[in-house]
């Protein structure tokens, strides 16, 4: 078991750069969460998928932000165009029928 | 979705008992009580959950009020590793939606 795998580990854009983050679940685990950690406001859900299917957008915080699944062992969370205040730790987490598991995230800085 | 409280910080002796508290008055019948913990520049990490009944695993134990509206996380020997925020989640259970809270920040000192 691998673990849940993000990519990249780090990423640092410019502002008005579209910036992809990508999530590799852990296999056999139907669902896939992502979330968004930052000091003001903690870790925030975003978007979670049941067998691929995008269930709750509710966390998303604006059209800037889509997340799609094509596959069971693949999700990406895109950002376009990306501002200084989507800086954060962007975390995918996986399950099945069970408490998450998280990835190690993705530092995301917007200059 | 029912709301958790904890405290912001805590600090415990190493190899010392550490019971973090967490109150959950607005619980419903069917939320389960999660609890994780994120070390630093990692992801959160399970711990331990639970129901109704107090429950233990080799991370820790979980002490739950008769009444549900509060839980305690019992590290029965805190070393420097557990060093981290522990929060303190409510849940259905289909364990799909999880939200944070602020989390209690744990610092054991040597």
């Known amino acids: 078991d691998a673990g849940v795998i993000q990519s990249p580990r780090h990423e640092v854009t410019e502002m008005g750069q579209e910036v992809t983050l990508r999530c590799k679940p852990i296999?056999?685990?139907?669902?896939l969460f992502w979330y968004r950690q930052t000091m003001m406001r903690g870790l925030e859900l975003l978007i979670y998928?049941?067998?691929?299917?995008?269930?709750?957008d509710s966390g998303m915080p604006e059209d800037r932000f889509s997340a799609k699944m094509p596959n069971a062992s693949f999700s990406t969370l895109k950002i376009q165009p990306s501002e200084p205040r989507d800086s954060a730790v962007y975390f995918c987490?996986?399950?099945?029928?069970?408490?998450?598991?998280f990835g190690a995230g993705t530092r995301l800085s917007v200059l | 979705d029912a709301k958790t409280t904890q405290p912001n910080s805590m600090e415990s002796n190493e190899e010392e008992p550490v019971h973090l508290p967490c109150n959950h008055s607005?619980?419903?019948?069917?939320?389960?009580i999660h609890w994780y913990r994120q070390l630093p520049s990692q992801g959160p990490e399970y711990v331990i959950h639970?129901?109704?009944s107090n429950v233990n695993n080799r991370m820790a134990s979980l002490a739950i009020a008769e009444d549900r509206k509060s839980s305690t996380l019992i590290l029965h020997r805190a070393t420097l590793r557990d060093a981290a925020v522990y929060y303190c989640?409510?849940?259905?259970?289909?364990?799909?939606?999880?939200?944070f809270g602020s989390g209690t920040k744990l610092n054991v000192k040597p």
């Open positions: 607005t619980i419903s019948g069917t939320d389960y």
């Open positions: 296999s056999g685990h139907n669902s």
């Open positions: 989640i409510l849940s259905k259970d289909n364990f799909n939606k999880f939200y």
């Open positions: 998928f049941n067998n691929n299917v995008p269930i709750d």
């Open positions: 639970g129901l109704t």
């Open positions: 987490a996986s399950s099945l029928k069970g408490q998450p598991k």
